[in-house]
């Protein structure tokens, strides 16, 4: 919610100089209404490097140009990647942006989202095992036969997808990414 303060009264000082300036008698107009309304920030947007998980949600802050003075405001940011896929230098999107009090008041300024910046999705570390070898004779190479009957995975991030009854339409809910 913006903060803005219409029909605030103003209170008007006169002093009069000038050569001509004996020449009038004057009626001041001792006061006036003015409106007051929040101040337009920028941002320069800042995102953190994450390890692979299925998911595009970036992790961001914003430094704040065009605050007054020495004043602070608190963030909450809803950023994004381009896409959820391992890379360097990917686009990191901020869509949402909630202003917090700091030592300044949020309701006293204003910002819009569409920042953006880079960062990095690295690969997520995948252990594999459970893979077993069977004994052989001695032939003179080292072939051998495996038996992955029993192959286990740890680390792989698994997204789950409930398909719901039918009622009015057909949906598809997705769930939360579960990790194992």
Same mark, same amino acid.
């Given at each position: 919610?913006?903060?803005?303060?219409?029909? =605030? &009264? !103003? #209170?008007?000082? *006169?002093?009069?100089?000038?050569?001509? @300036? $004996?020449?009038?008698?004057?009626?001041?107009? +001792?006061?006036?209404?003015?409106?007051?309304?929040?101040?337009?920030?920028?941002?320069?947007?800042?995102?953190?490097?994450?390890?692979?998980?299925?998911?595009?949600?970036?992790?961001?802050?914003?430094?704040?140009?065009?605050?007054?003075?020495?004043?602070?405001?608190?963030?909450?940011?809803?950023?994004?990647?381009?896409?959820?896929?391992?890379?360097?230098? =990917? &686009? !990191? #999107?901020?869509? *949402?942006?909630?202003?917090?009090?700091? @030592? $300044?008041?949020?309701?006293?300024?204003?910002? +819009?989202?569409?920042?953006?910046?880079?960062?990095?999705?690295?690969?997520?570390?995948?252990?594999?095992?459970?893979?077993?070898?069977?004994?052989?004779?001695?032939?003179?190479?080292?072939?051998?036969?495996?038996?992955?009957?029993?192959?286990?995975?740890?680390?792989?991030?698994?997204?789950?997808?409930?398909?719901?009854?039918?009622?009015?339409?057909?949906?598809?809910?997705?769930?939360?990414?579960?990790?194992?």
């Amino acid at each position: 919610m913006l903060m803005l303060v219409t029909g =605030k &009264t !103003v #209170t008007i000082t *006169s002093s009069y100089s000038g050569a001509d @300036s $004996g020449n009038y008698s004057f009626t001041d107009q +001792s006061t006036t209404t003015g409106n007051i309304v929040p101040k337009v920030l920028t941002a320069t947007a800042s995102a953190s490097n994450k390890t692979y998980d299925g998911g595009t949600t970036a992790s961001t802050t914003l430094t704040f140009t065009g605050l007054v003075g020495s004043e602070t405001l608190g963030q909450t940011v809803g950023s994004t990647f381009d896409n959820k896929n391992v890379g360097s230098n =990917k &686009t !990191v #999107t901020v869509n *949402s942006i909630t202003l917090a009090d700091g @030592s $300044g008041l949020a309701a006293n300024y204003s910002i +819009s989202a569409g920042q953006t910046t880079t960062a990095n999705i690295t690969a997520k570390s995948l252990t594999v095992s459970g893979i077993t070898a069977s004994n052989k004779t001695y032939d003179g190479n080292g072939v051998a036969t495996l038996d992955a009957s029993s192959v286990a995975y740890s680390g792989i991030v698994v997204v789950i997808y409930l398909m719901e009854p039918i009622r009015e339409h057909s949906r598809i809910r997705m769930l939360d990414q579960v990790k194992r």
